[in-house]
């Protein structure tokens, strides 16, 4: 046996770092596994205002402040000639006011690398590969670069293995979404064309149809992330090599032929991605729990997931360290249950974005202010605040006021 650790952390990706730095804050001894070398590309670039708190509270935040990351402090969309600019200023909820726009190799190795400067052990190029749950501990098997096995102890497990879904791929909990599948094509390019006209403190989304939509995310080293997101269907009109298909796409939405014309891709190729809503039966067991993207990922839209995948290392590593003091957790009532509320007011929104009742509110002529605000709060994250009428009775609200300015516009 090489190691024995109170808890186990898969994964350096934002959930793993802000568990990892919660749990070394509090003195227990946390050991983190990552599969890849870093830096190392992830897509989730946007990130939401609710993130700071748990960033903050992982203390984490000065790190990522003096990057200079990309400020953003809104989300625009934009629908023909219509436009909707969520400023998070102008919010219902009292809580962070802006964020960042991140290249996610930098900020991920940001938040690791901090992770390590606190004293958190990190083992890059290890790869979890298999899990034996005893009585009051687990063994973890693990694989390194040269392909040695080595064996790690440890009390607690987090599973914060992202799109690698470790624990319930190897204890079979995973179930597919009720989400369609979706698909997207996307680059970081070159953007020469960019001046405040285009606004780089916010990320802008166009619907290009009623159920695609493009994301234009400015980054501050003067980069753009630009991306496709759609029915899988909606991409086979595009021929040829993905290169020649982002083109297409890039072509076929006016404005954003206009400003990119001149752009460059940063990568040789971009890159696709599809059908990546999925979920799980349950978000802990016996000695370990699930975090972020491993517990239920639903749809970039609204740029959920990095926040979603904080805010459950966040809780998760409080409960953790109860946990290790002896003291009765209820899993349940306290972790799965209020992450799967926070999903289920995202998850309305992105229903509604899909079968369009949210462009009905969004591009309403007269929006009423207050409602706009608590919907923004919504935007920034704050889906947990349960004094927002639009939090609380998410899916009511969404369908009665979209029925209503429906109805409000039938009339004029
Ligand atoms: C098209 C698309 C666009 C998106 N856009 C956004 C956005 O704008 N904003 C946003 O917030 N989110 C976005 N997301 C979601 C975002 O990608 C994820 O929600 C986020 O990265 C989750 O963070 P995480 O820490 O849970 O996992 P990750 O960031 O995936 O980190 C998990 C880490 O675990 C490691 N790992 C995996 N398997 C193993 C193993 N066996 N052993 C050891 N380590 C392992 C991986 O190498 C990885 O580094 C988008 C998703 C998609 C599909």
């Not at 953003?72 to 962070?96: L, P, R």
């Not at 695609?212 to 003067?222: E, K």
């Not at 298909?245 to 006016?254: K, S």
């Not at 990119?260 to 940063?266: K, P, V, Y």
């Amino acid at each position: 046996m090489k190691k024995e650790v109170d808890v186990l952390v898969i994964g350096a990706g934002p959930s793993g770092s802000v568990a990892a730095a919660i749990l070394n804050k509090a003195g227990v001894s946390v050991q983190v596994v990552e599969k890849m070398k870093f830096p190392r590309f992830v897509i989730g670039e946007s990130l939401l205002p609710r993130c700071m708190e748990a960033l903050e509270e992982a203390g984490l935040l000065e790190a990522v402040k003096a990057k200079g990351f990309q400020r953003k402090d809104g989300a625009k969309f934009v629908m023909e000639d219509k436009i909707c600019d969520f400023n998070f200023s102008h919010q219902y909820t009292h809580g962070w006011q802006w964020t960042w726009q991140v290249p996610r190799a930098d900020f991920d190795k940001t938040l690791a690398d901090e992770c390590e400067r606190m004293g958190v052990s990190i083992s890059y190029e290890t790869e979890v590969t298999g899990i034996e749950i005893l009585e009051d501990h687990s063994i973890i098997t693990v694989k390194g670069s040269t392909g040695n096995m080595e064996t790690i102890k440890a009390k607690f497990i987090i599973d914060g293995s992202g799109y690698g879904r470790v624990i319930p791929r190897l204890f079979g909990l995973e179930r597919p979404s009720s989400l369609p599948p979706r698909k997207a094509v996307f680059c970081h390019v070159t953007d020469p064309r960019r001046s405040d006209a285009f606004e780089p403190n916010r990320i802008v989304v166009y619907v290009h149809q009623p159920k695609t939509w493009i994301w234009v995310i400015p980054f501050s080293n003067g980069n753009t992330s630009l991306g496709f997101v759609g029915d899988p269907a909606f991409f086979d009109q595009y021929k040829g090599t993905l290169k020649e298909q982002y083109q297409g796409l890039l072509a076929a939405e006016p404005e954003i032929a206009a400003r990119f014309e001149q752009a460059e891709m940063i990568w040789d190729e971009p890159k696709m991605l599809q059908s990546w809503s999925v979920t799980t039966d349950t978000f802990y067991g016996k000695g370990f729990v699930l975090t972020g993207n491993v517990t239920e990922f639903l749809d970039p839209i609204f740029s959920s997931g990095v926040t979603l995948a904080t805010v459950s290392a966040q809780m998760a590593a409080g409960l953790v360290i109860r946990h290790l003091k002896g003291e009765q957790v209820d899993w349940k009532e306290e972790y799965m249950n209020p992450m799967m509320k926070g999903i289920d007011v995202f998850r309305t929104y992105v229903n509604a974005w899909y079968d369009g009742s949210l462009f009905n509110i969004f591009f309403a002529p007269e929006p009423d202010l207050e409602i706009r605000a608590q919907i923004c709060s919504v935007l920034a994250g704050y889906v947990w605040d349960e004094t927002n009428p639009f939090v609380a009775r998410h899916a009511k609200n969404v369908r009665a006021l979209s029925n209503f300015l429906v109805a409000k516009r039938s009339l004029v």
